[in-house]
């Protein structure tokens, strides 16, 4: 696996929806349904999360200049 350098905010938002993916997979494996939906509330926390990263680098000016 090859290791691809990305500016800090998408490796953040790459580390989030990784999460989020780890989550839904153990909510998925659950035989439990309340645990199961905790688990998957867990991972919307963390695709929110993402999205918000994602948005504020869009909307951001680049580093450097004002």
């Given amino acids: ?3 691809k ?4 905010e998408d490796a953040r938002s790459e580390m ?3 999460l989020a993916r780890y989550w ?7 035989s439990e349904p309340w645990r199961s939906d905790m688990m998957r509330g867990t991972a919307e ?3 929110t999360a993402a999205a918000k990263v994602i ?3 869009l ?4 580093r ?3």
């Fill in 24 to 30: 839904r997979n153990c909510a998925a494996q659950s």
């Fill in 5 to 8: 350098l990305l500016p800090r």
């Fill in 16 to 18: 989030l929806l990784d």
């Fill in 55 to 57: 948005r504020q680098t």
């Fill in 64 to 66: 450097g200049f004002h």
């Fill in 1 to 3: 696996m090859s290791k």
């Fill in 45 to 47: 926390e963390f695709e």
């Fill in 59 to 62: 909307t951001s000016p680049p």
